[in-house]
């Protein structure tokens, strides 16, 4: 079955930098569009990032374009997401995605927290 499994969150101050990883099974990786998604509390989930199979087109939430970067490793079925300057609007929590046959799949997702 699809299996999502993302880490590398954390606490860290304004201007700072965290670098998220998914690791996906269960599925052919390769096959499929990916997306980083975050859901702050009291808010709905937001779309912050999407990257083509072949991680040859990119596409990003205007709030994250140019300090977020998605990439991916077809070769270990993984996609990651960096974020640098950090602020503290950034903080929530964190879901890797994929829509896989009409049906979304998410990891448990992983807390980032950006405070001074």
């Known amino acids: 079955q699809v299996q999502l499994v993302e880490s590398g969150g954390g606490l860290v101050q304004p201007g700072g930098s965290l670098r998220l990883s998914c690791a996906a099974s269960?599925?052919?990786?390769?096959?499929?569009?990916m997306r980083w998604y975050r859901q702050a509390p009291g808010k709905q989930r937001e779309l912050v990032a999407t990257?083509?199979?072949?991680?040859?087109?990119?596409n990003y939430a205007d709030s994250v374009k140019g300090r977020f970067t998605i990439s991916r490793d077809n070769a270990k079925n993984t996609v990651a997401l960096q974020m640098d300057n950090l602020k503290p609007e950034d903080t929530a929590v964190y879901y890797c995605?994929?829509?896989?046959?009409?049906?979304?799949?998410w990891g448990q997702g992983t807390q980032v927290t950006v405070s001074s």
């Open positions: 990257i083509t199979n072949a991680g040859t087109i990119t």
């Open positions: 269960g599925f052919t990786f390769s096959s499929y569009y």
């Open positions: 995605s994929v829509r896989r046959r009409g049906d979304d799949y």
